[in-house]
């Protein structure tokens, strides 16, 4: 009985550490389903923790950064949700919405990412649009405490934030592959997907509640690095330069520097392909 | 076999328990004077009794005296402390030494370590006859494949899945029941918990980590784990208890959340609003606790009338509170609270004169 129980508890750690060996030469084999080239702002490489040098952790993973302010209530509307499974029926402005939608568990689906596309470029020119607004009212009067902080961090997310905005969302990846064919631009990755409820008010103070979709994180959000890869990357960074950005976080000043391509495969599971420092554009 | 073998040593330690009580019986009859053995009978006997001991002893590793006891219970909780820090230990140590390991070396610790667990619990298992090392090798090798699953996923950059919760039970179920190991076996059932609970809400199209999220699923899966404990265990004398008393925790939590939190509830699907939901699973918590009791009692099962009483309890005051703090002055609500403890030592009370009053 134990020589059995041990073998077979060692079996099963051979056959579940096979079933992931598995899975990951599954998922790098043949074409990738999208290959992107991605910065620093899209990609990042850990927080430079050490004053005296600029030093970060041993780079051994990347996290993989989307822009989380772009309005997905476009986009992301009650016919999204539905394919995707979510129980809409209920209108929006139902007594019992509230109620109804409250009760709604997150699902597992898989995203869109459009990488410098018009969703971007919509969120940049929002974006410009308070920060003129704020400088002019700045001009006229003293900003208060609150305004003058939006005014730093809206200047700062127009350089560092991420360029890589939702555009899309559904179950089948497929489906998706085929919506958004163009593979140097669109990464469609697993995502986990909550839905959103929110009311304002028309020019006319009538109170409308709208129903929408939120991508909440990625299933993959770290993506893990080879070792070859680690040490370049090691290498790279004592050329970054470190600044303290306006959340009073330390961060590297011009992430635009390092290129990343990142790769999607078979299962929508990520890789790095290569990164690179480019030395022109410090 | 060292099922066996622990099958013989609770029997091995009744025989010790009878043996001391006799002596102790009988020094009470002598002190009374009613009974009083002749002299040479008295030390043949007494020569017998220590003869057994000391076999028993040796076999067995039984305790002979209330020190023994005493000190065997805090060895069990020290084997279990130490069990749940060396699981910590590794976890956190994995986690803060380990980007600086080159990917062979990473790939080779978490290879080895849960079989290098397994050896470690095979050899301790061959050598101790109570076993108070081999339970906390047994939940470093538990902790060693889970961290083994979490960090290769990790490494390839895959999705994370219920599966790692089903093959960490199953990991575990074969190491308690290859070892003896209860502690193991916790582990086992708590990771079958959350499998069930992340599998319903997945084959619902939930996100799998959500689980938890609906107790209900805890509610369903605990009478399973409870029916666990009817399966011939025989070699395994232990098991049973700690299934019934897995399960009925995992059916009495779930229902002391949904007892406050209704929107939790699957009935708040079927246009049940909150209240209802929670005023349901309030009336129910009292009833199944109420019921667990009256069953622990006819069935003679000590471990379900504690788990049941103590819930049953817990459920109590829970209401208490909900009804009564926010409004009630806080001298009156004591003192409430002090009348009803009261009622339930006269309510203890009277089950435990019932339960003598069964027939054995």
Redesign the interface.
């Known amino acids: 009985?134990?020589r059995?129980?041990?073998l077979?508890?060692?079996l099963?750690?051979l056959l579940?550490?096979a079933?992931?060996?598995v899975?990951?030469a599954y998922?790098r084999s043949g074409e990738p389903v999208a290959t992107v080239n991605l910065t620093g702002r899209e990609v990042k490489i850990g927080e430079p923790y050490s004053r005296e040098r600029n030093r970060a952790?041993?780079p051994?993973?990347v996290r993989l950064k989307w822009n989380q302010q772009t309005d997905s209530s476009s986009w992301f509307n009650v016919v999204k949700l539905e394919a995707?499974?979510f129980d809409c029926r209920v209108a929006a402005d139902a007594p019992e919405a509230k109620?109804h939608y409250?009760?709604m568990?997150?699902?597992?689906s898989f995203a869109v990412l459009e990488y410098e596309g018009p969703a971007y470029e919509a969120w940049r020119r929002e974006t410009e649009l308070k920060i003129r607004d704020l400088e002019e009212k700045a001009r006229k009067v003293e900003l208060t405490k609150s305004e003058d902080g939006s005014l730093k961090r809206y200047k700062w997310s127009l350089n560092a934030q991420s360029r890589l905005c939702p555009v899309d969302v559904g179950n089948d990846p497929e489906e998706l592959l085929l919506r958004h064919p163009d593979r140097s631009r669109f990464i469609i990755a697993?995502a986990?997907v909550e839905i959103a409820r929110t009311s304002r008010r028309d020019l006319r103070s009538k109170k409308t509640t709208q129903i929408y979709g939120e991508i909440s994180h990625l299933?993959?959000e770290?993506?893990?690095l080879?070792?070859q890869q680690c040490a370049r990357l090691e290498e790279m960074i004592p050329r970054l330069q470190v600044s303290t950005n306006s959340y009073g976080h330390r961060e590297w000043t011009s992430p635009q520097q390092l290129r990343f391509t990142v790769c999607y495969g078979r299962?929508?599971?990520?890789?790095v392909g290569d990164f690179r420092f480019l030395e022109e554009t410090k | 076999?060292?099922?066996q073998g622990r099958s013989y040593k609770r029997q091995a330690q009744q025989r010790a328990d009878r043996i001391a009580a006799f002596w102790e019986e009988m020094q009470c009859l002598e002190q009374e004077q009613a009974l009083t053995l002749p002299e040479d009978e008295r030390r043949v006997l007494r020569r017998h009794h220590d003869q057994i001991l000391e076999e028993l002893s040796r076999q067995f590793e039984v305790d002979t005296t209330k020190v023994q006891k005493q000190l065997s219970l805090g060895m069990r909780i020290a084997s279990l402390l130490g069990a749940l820090s060396f699981s910590a230990a590794v976890l956190l140590f994995a986690y803060h030494f380990?980007?600086?390991f080159?990917?062979?070396a990473r790939v080779l610790i978490l290879?080895t370590a849960?079989?290098a667990g397994?050896v470690a619990v095979?050899r301790v298992?061959m050598r101790e006859r109570t076993l108070y090392c081999a339970p906390m090798l047994g939940m470093l090798?538990f902790t060693a494949?889970g961290l083994?699953?979490a960090l290769?996923?990790?490494?390839?950059?895959?999705?994370?899945s219920a599966?790692?919760l089903l093959?960490l039970c199953?990991?575990a179920f074969?190491?308690a029941?290859?070892?003896n190991l209860r502690f193991v076996l916790i582990a086992g059932i708590i990771s079958f918990l959350c499998y069930l609970s992340a599998t319903f809400?997945?084959a619902r199209?939930?996100?799998?980590?959500?689980l938890g999220?609906?107790p209900e699923d805890f509610i369903l899966a605990g009478p399973v784990i409870v029916a666990l404990s009817l399966a011939p265990h025989r070699q395994y004398p232990g098991f049973p208890r700690v299934y019934r008393v897995s399960g009925l925790i995992a059916v009495f939590l779930a229902m002391l959340f949904l007892a406050s939190y209704g929107?939790l509830s699957y009935l708040?699907?079927l246009s049940w609003?909150?209240k209802p939901v929670e005023y349901f699973y309030q009336a129910a918590s009292f009833v199944v606790s109420g019921a667990t009791i009256c069953l622990g009692v006819r069935w003679r099962l000590q471990d379900v009338v504690v788990t049941g009483n103590v819930f049953f309890i817990l459920f109590l005051y829970t209401r208490f509170f909900a009804w009564w703090w926010p409004w009630m002055p806080a001298y009156l609500f004591f003192f409430i609270v002090g009348v009803i403890t009261v009622g339930l030592l006269f309510y203890l009370k009277w089950l435990r004169r019932f339960t003598l009053e069964q027939p054995t």
């Not at chain 1, 299962?267 to 890789?271: A, F, Q, V």
């Not at chain 2, 290769?152 to 994370?160: C, D, G, V």
């Open positions: 009985m134990k059995f129980g041990f077979a508890a060692c099963l750690l579940a550490n079933n992931i060996f899975r990951g998922n952790e041993r051994v993973r995707i499974g109620r409250d009760k568990r997150p699902r597992q697993p986990v299933l993959v770290s993506i893990s080879s070792d299962s929508y599971e990520p890789w | 076999m060292v099922t380990w980007d600086r080159s990917t062979a290879l849960p079989v397994l095979a298992t090798a494949f083994n699953l290769f996923r990790e490494l390839f950059n895959l999705t994370p599966t790692g093959a199953i990991f074969i190491v029941y290859t070892y809400g997945a199209g939930v996100y799998w980590l959500s999220q609906r929107d708040s699907y609003s909150t």
